[in-house]
C-alpha cells in the first residue's frame, strides 16, 4: 500500500517537472549526418521505387540521422536553408517521427528527435498494415501559421497548395536516400488525417500532408 502511494506519487512529481520543462521527455540524440558519399545520382535515380513489404528492423541512429536530413536537414548553416525547397523560404514544415517508442518532431539546428509523447501510434499513420510494424513512419505537417495564417481562420485548399508542393521535395529526397542506402521506403496519401491530428496534438492550423514509411526490405 505504501509502495504503491510513493510509486504514485513519483509519478506525479516526474510529470509535473516534464509539464513545467524542468526535466525533458526521452529525446534521442542523432549523430552528425554523414553529408558525404552514397550512390551516385543516376544509379540512385535508377534504383527509386515504392516498396510496401517492410522488416520490422530498426533503422541504426546514423541511418536516421542521414534520412532526416536528406529530407529536411540544414545544408547551408550560413542562412538556415535545407536539403529542400520551401516556397518563399517559409520553411513552414515539420517532419514528425513516428517509432516504436514514441512520436518525434526532427530538429535539425539540434540534431536530435524531440519527444512529443511516448505513445506507438505507427498504425494510425496509414490505412495499409505496413506502417503499424515498419520501424519508421513520416508524417509531413505544414504549420500554416508560419505561411501568415491566423488563429480561428478556415483552412482551404489553396492554403496548402505550396505545402504540398515542398512535401513532394522533401518525400523525393526521402525515396532517393532510401534507394542509396538500399532500404525500402512508400509516401502516402492514404492517412487518416482525423483520427492522427488528435494523437499527434495537433493545432488547428497544423495540417497533415502525406506519410512515408520507410524501413529494411521486408520478404
Ligand atoms: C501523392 C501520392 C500519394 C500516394 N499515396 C499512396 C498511399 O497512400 N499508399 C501507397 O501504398 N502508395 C501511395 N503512393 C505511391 C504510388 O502508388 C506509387 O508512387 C506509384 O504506384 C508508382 O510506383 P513507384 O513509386 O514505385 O514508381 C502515393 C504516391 C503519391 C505521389
Given at each position: 500500500m505504501k509502495k504503491a502511494?510513493?510509486?504514485?506519487?513519483?509519478?506525479?512529481?516526474?510529470?509535473?517537472?516534464?509539464?513545467?520543462?524542468?526535466?525533458?521527455?526521452?529525446?534521442?540524440?542523432?549523430?552528425?549526418?554523414?553529408?558525404k558519399g552514397g550512390m551516385p545520382l543516376m544509379e540512385a535515380l535508377d534504383a527509386r521505387g515504392s516498396a510496401r513489404l517492410f522488416s520490422e528492423k530498426d533503422l541504426s541512429l546514423q541511418q536516421l540521422s542521414d534520412l532526416l536530413w536528406a529530407a529536411w536537414g540544414i545544408n547551408r548553416e550560413s542562412d538556415g536553408k535545407?536539403?529542400?525547397?520551401?516556397?518563399?523560404?517559409?520553411?513552414?514544415?515539420?517532419?514528425?517521427?513516428?517509432?516504436r517508442s514514441g512520436l518525434y518532431i526532427y530538429d535539425a539546428t539540434g540534431?536530435?528527435?524531440?519527444?512529443?509523447?511516448?505513445?506507438?501510434?505507427?498504425?494510425?499513420?496509414?490505412?495499409?498494415?505496413?506502417?503499424?510494424?515498419?520501424?519508421?513512419?513520416?508524417?509531413?505537417?505544414?504549420?500554416?501559421?508560419?505561411?501568415?495564417?491566423?488563429?480561428?481562420?478556415?483552412?482551404?485548399?489553396?492554403?496548402?497548395?505550396?505545402?504540398?508542393?515542398?512535401?513532394g521535395f522533401m518525400a523525393q529526397n526521402v525515396y532517393l536516400f532510401c534507394a542509396s542506402e538500399q532500404l525500402a521506403c512508400v509516401i502516402r496519401a492514404m492517412v487518416p488525417r482525423d483520427k492522427l491530428a488528435p494523437e499527434m496534438g495537433l493545432k488547428p492550423l497544423q495540417v497533415i500532408i502525406l506519410a512515408q514509411t520507410v524501413g529494411f526490405p521486408g520478404e
Open positions: 502511494f510513493f510509486g504514485f506519487a513519483a509519478i506525479l512529481i516526474i510529470n509535473s517537472l516534464i509539464t513545467r520543462g524542468m526535466i525533458q521527455a526521452q529525446d534521442i540524440s542523432l549523430p552528425s549526418p554523414s553529408r535545407r536539403t529542400a525547397p520551401s516556397s518563399h523560404n517559409r520553411q513552414e514544415m515539420d517532419l514528425y517521427v513516428t517509432l540534431c536530435r528527435l524531440k519527444q512529443v509523447h511516448s505513445r506507438d501510434i505507427r498504425a494510425l499513420t496509414g490505412t495499409q498494415d505496413f506502417p503499424a510494424t515498419a520501424p519508421v513512419n513520416l508524417v509531413y505537417v505544414a504549420d500554416l501559421a508560419k505561411r501568415g495564417l491566423k488563429e480561428g481562420q478556415q483552412v482551404t485548399e489553396a492554403d496548402q497548395l505550396s505545402s504540398w508542393a515542398n512535401t
